[in-house]
Protein backbone atom coordinates (compact mmCIF):
# COMPACT_ATOMS: atom_id res chain seq x y z
CA UNK A 1 0.00 0.00 0.00
CA UNK A 2 1.34 3.74 -0.80
CA UNK A 3 1.86 5.48 2.27
CA UNK A 4 2.67 8.90 0.77
CA UNK A 5 1.40 10.47 -2.37
CA UNK A 6 2.48 13.98 -4.22
CA UNK A 7 0.51 15.96 -5.98
CA UNK A 8 0.99 19.24 -8.19
CA UNK A 9 -1.30 22.29 -8.45
CA UNK A 10 -1.27 25.22 -10.80
CA UNK A 11 -3.77 28.25 -10.67
CA UNK A 12 -3.43 31.94 -12.85
CA UNK A 13 -5.28 35.31 -12.10
CA UNK A 14 -5.28 38.56 -14.05
CA UNK A 15 -4.77 41.69 -11.14
CA UNK A 16 -7.68 44.30 -11.69
CA UNK A 17 -8.08 47.73 -10.09
CA UNK A 18 -10.85 47.42 -6.83
CA UNK A 19 -10.03 44.17 -5.69
CA UNK A 20 -8.31 43.28 -2.49
CA UNK A 21 -4.79 41.93 -3.34
CA UNK A 22 -5.20 38.36 -1.45
CA UNK A 23 -2.46 36.00 -1.78
CA UNK A 24 -1.54 32.64 0.45
CA UNK A 25 -4.63 33.77 3.13
CA UNK A 26 -3.20 37.07 3.33
CA UNK A 27 -3.72 40.74 2.24
CA UNK A 28 -1.01 42.81 0.38
CA UNK A 29 -1.18 46.04 0.42
CA UNK A 30 -1.20 46.70 -3.70
CA UNK A 31 -3.46 48.90 -6.43
CA UNK A 32 -4.39 45.50 -7.87
CA UNK A 33 -6.38 41.97 -6.98
CA UNK A 34 -6.69 38.75 -8.39
CA UNK A 35 -10.10 38.27 -10.32
CA UNK A 36 -12.01 36.00 -9.68
CA UNK A 37 -15.15 34.06 -8.93
CA UNK A 38 -14.24 33.14 -5.15
CA UNK A 39 -11.51 35.55 -3.54
CA UNK A 40 -9.13 34.88 -6.40
CA UNK A 41 -6.39 33.84 -3.99
CA UNK A 42 -4.15 31.95 -6.41
CA UNK A 43 -1.73 30.40 -3.92
CA UNK A 44 -4.47 28.78 -2.11
CA UNK A 45 -6.24 27.33 -5.18
CA UNK A 46 -2.94 26.09 -6.46
CA UNK A 47 -2.48 24.24 -2.59
CA UNK A 48 -5.73 23.22 -2.89
CA UNK A 49 -4.76 21.57 -6.33
CA UNK A 50 -1.96 20.19 -4.99
CA UNK A 51 -3.64 18.49 -2.06
CA UNK A 52 -6.48 17.16 -4.26
CA UNK A 53 -4.44 15.85 -6.51
CA UNK A 54 -2.13 14.07 -4.44
CA UNK A 55 -5.52 12.01 -2.74
CA UNK A 56 -6.77 11.20 -6.27
CA UNK A 57 -9.73 13.42 -5.77
CA UNK A 58 -10.83 15.80 -8.50
CA UNK A 59 -9.98 19.78 -9.14
CA UNK A 60 -11.01 22.66 -7.07
CA UNK A 61 -12.81 24.15 -10.20
CA UNK A 62 -14.83 20.31 -10.29
CA UNK A 63 -15.28 20.62 -6.88
CA UNK A 64 -16.24 24.57 -6.41
CA UNK A 65 -17.40 25.37 -9.96
CA UNK A 66 -17.39 29.25 -10.84
CA UNK A 67 -20.97 28.36 -12.66
CA UNK A 68 -22.45 28.11 -8.79
CA UNK A 69 -22.93 31.24 -7.63
CA UNK A 70 -22.67 29.71 -3.51
CA UNK A 71 -19.27 30.07 -4.46
CA UNK A 72 -19.41 33.74 -5.57
CA UNK A 73 -16.89 35.68 -3.64
CA UNK A 74 -16.21 32.70 -1.53
CA UNK A 75 -13.05 32.83 0.85
CA UNK A 76 -10.61 30.39 -0.46
CA UNK A 77 -9.32 29.75 3.08
CA UNK A 78 -12.53 27.86 3.64
CA UNK A 79 -12.24 25.97 0.17
CA UNK A 80 -8.87 25.11 1.60
CA UNK A 81 -10.14 24.10 4.57
CA UNK A 82 -12.79 22.08 2.97
CA UNK A 83 -10.03 20.25 0.93
CA UNK A 84 -7.89 19.25 3.44
CA UNK A 85 -10.77 18.08 5.86
CA UNK A 86 -11.54 15.84 2.94
CA UNK A 87 -8.49 14.24 2.70
CA UNK A 88 -8.17 13.85 6.40
CA UNK A 89 -11.32 12.10 6.24
CA UNK A 90 -9.50 9.50 3.98
CA UNK A 91 -6.63 9.20 6.04
CA UNK A 92 -3.98 11.32 4.78
CA UNK A 93 -2.11 13.82 6.45
CA UNK A 94 -0.29 17.01 5.07
CA UNK A 95 3.61 16.52 5.43
CA UNK A 96 4.56 19.70 3.39
CA UNK A 97 3.53 22.35 1.12
CA UNK A 98 6.17 23.87 -1.35
CA UNK A 99 4.90 27.28 -3.19
CA UNK A 100 6.35 29.47 -6.36
CA UNK A 101 4.34 33.18 -6.84
CA UNK A 102 5.48 34.03 -10.35
CA UNK A 103 4.51 37.99 -11.26
CA UNK A 104 5.14 41.25 -11.71
CA UNK A 105 2.69 42.58 -8.97
CA UNK A 106 3.15 42.77 -5.66
CA UNK A 107 6.49 41.65 -4.20
CA UNK A 108 6.39 38.77 -2.61
CA UNK A 109 9.34 38.53 -0.19
CA UNK A 110 8.28 40.96 2.88
CA UNK A 111 4.99 38.63 3.11
CA UNK A 112 6.51 35.37 2.55
CA UNK A 113 6.52 35.06 7.21
CA UNK A 114 2.84 35.63 7.36
CA UNK A 115 1.77 33.60 4.37
CA UNK A 116 3.99 30.79 5.72
CA UNK A 117 2.24 31.14 8.92
CA UNK A 118 -1.36 31.83 7.33
CA UNK A 119 -1.18 28.53 5.05
CA UNK A 120 0.48 26.53 7.94
CA UNK A 121 -2.57 27.32 10.08
CA UNK A 122 -4.87 26.63 7.51
CA UNK A 123 -3.50 22.76 6.94
CA UNK A 124 -2.53 22.50 10.43
CA UNK A 125 1.05 22.04 10.02
CA UNK A 126 3.77 23.95 11.34
CA UNK A 127 5.46 26.79 9.33
CA UNK A 128 8.36 24.86 8.45
CA UNK A 129 5.72 23.00 6.43
CA UNK A 130 5.41 25.43 3.92
CA UNK A 131 7.24 27.26 1.73
CA UNK A 132 6.74 30.28 -0.28
CA UNK A 133 9.02 31.87 -3.28
CA UNK A 134 8.55 34.67 -4.95
CA UNK A 135 9.57 34.66 -8.36
CA UNK A 136 9.56 37.82 -11.30
CA UNK A 137 9.25 37.50 -14.77
CA UNK A 138 12.09 39.39 -16.05
CA UNK A 139 9.90 41.45 -18.40
CA UNK A 140 8.87 37.76 -20.37
CA UNK A 141 5.56 37.13 -21.09
CA UNK A 142 1.64 37.65 -20.56
CA UNK A 143 2.18 38.23 -17.42
CA UNK A 144 4.34 41.72 -17.17
CA UNK A 145 3.84 44.69 -16.42
CA UNK A 146 1.90 43.17 -13.16
CA UNK A 147 -1.06 41.46 -15.25
CA UNK A 148 -1.71 38.97 -13.60
CA UNK A 149 -0.61 36.47 -10.68
CA UNK A 150 0.71 32.82 -11.42
CA UNK A 151 1.39 30.03 -9.31
CA UNK A 152 2.80 25.90 -8.78
CA UNK A 153 2.62 24.55 -5.31
CA UNK A 154 3.49 20.83 -4.52
CA UNK A 155 2.03 18.69 -1.71
CA UNK A 156 2.84 15.86 -0.23
CA UNK A 157 0.44 13.51 2.08
CA UNK A 158 1.18 11.00 4.02
CA UNK A 159 -1.01 8.23 5.79
CA UNK A 160 -2.60 9.28 9.39
Do not use: Y
Request: one cysteine or more.
Amino acid sequence: MTTIRTGIGFDIHRLVEGRPCILGGVELPHPTGPDGHSDGDAVLHAICDAILGAAGLDDIGTRFPDTDEKWKGADSRDLLRASVAEVRGMGWTVGNVDVVIATEGPRIAPHRASMRESIAALLEVTPDCVNVKGKTLEGLGALAGGAGVAVQATCLLHLS
